[in-house]
């Protein structure tokens, strides 16, 4: 069963606009995990923040976690023609140490 | 940098064929995974593996089986391909539990 959903399923952005997605889980959890996947490859890790963080940066990427509201947002600034991609979620149940994914935002930032 | 290969990039197998999906991850990472990526649908886990030898249940594993006697390398078989396998196959590995997973670039199977 998919344990995150990400929100909206497409999101079309100028360049230099920031982008924002959403993502909701069902379980509780240890640590919540946002991915990057260029059109036909693999998905790239892009940052991990735990239960009991409520926000971390890296870069351009600022993510939040509300653990109370089981929702999660990932935010890029200032976004480039680069960063057209897809994004998911993938949480870990906190039973369990296997990581389930979202269905993704589709990014697109024109230049 | 951590290395996971997957053995082919496109591979075109017909119905009721036995198909190997072979992934090799080159960091001693104790767990792997198989998910399939279909559109609209996400990645959904069909199994994954934390030792050699071991393996548990993802969400779809029915039609599939897998196999990791070295801990680098964990297969993924279609026992009897059906038209419905047609997918992306995306096989990951990870140091421990919880930590970030590492992506091979994917297998196309086409099921005709």
């Known amino acids: 069963s998919q344990q995150g959903e990400e929100d909206p399923q497409a999101l079309s952005i100028q360049e230099g606009e920031n982008a924002t997605m959403n993502c909701s889980y069902k379980?509780?959890?240890?640590?919540l995990q946002w991915y990057r996947q260029n059109s036909g490859r693999g998905l790239v890790h892009l940052i991990l923040?735990?239960?009991?963080?409520r926000e971390k940066h890296s870069g351009r990427l600022r993510v939040t976690l509300d653990t109370s509201k089981k929702s999660s947002s990932l935010l890029i600034t200032a976004s480039r023609a680069a960063d057209t991609a897809s994004y998911f979620c993938?949480?870990?149940?906190?039973?369990?140490?296997?990581?389930?994914f979202g269905a993704g935002t589709r990014l697109t930032v024109k230049p | 940098d951590v290395k996971v290969t997957q053995s082919s990039r496109y591979l075109v197998k017909r119905t009721g064929e036995k198909v190997f999906l072979e992934c090799v991850q080159d960091?001693?990472?104790?767990?792997m995974f198989w998910y399939r990526q279909d559109p609209g649908l996400g990645l959904r886990l069909i199994y994954f593996?934390?030792?050699?030898?071991?393996?548990e249940k993802g969400d779809i594993p029915e039609g599939y089986s897998v196999s990791r006697e070295k801990k680098e390398r964990f297969s993924l078989i279609l026992e009897s391909a059906s038209t419905n396998q047609t997918s992306m196959y995306l096989c990951?590995?990870?140091?421990?539990?919880?930590?970030?997973?590492?992506f091979g670039n994917g297998t196309r199977l086409t099921v005709t």
């Open positions: 993938a949480t870990d149940k906190k039973s369990n140490n296997d990581m389930r």
């Open positions: 593996s934390y030792d050699v030898k071991m393996k």
């Open positions: 923040i735990r239960s009991n963080e």
């Open positions: 990951a590995s990870s140091l421990i539990g919880q930590s970030p997973l590492h």
């Open positions: 960091m001693d990472h104790e767990n």
């Open positions: 379980t509780s959890i240890n640590n």
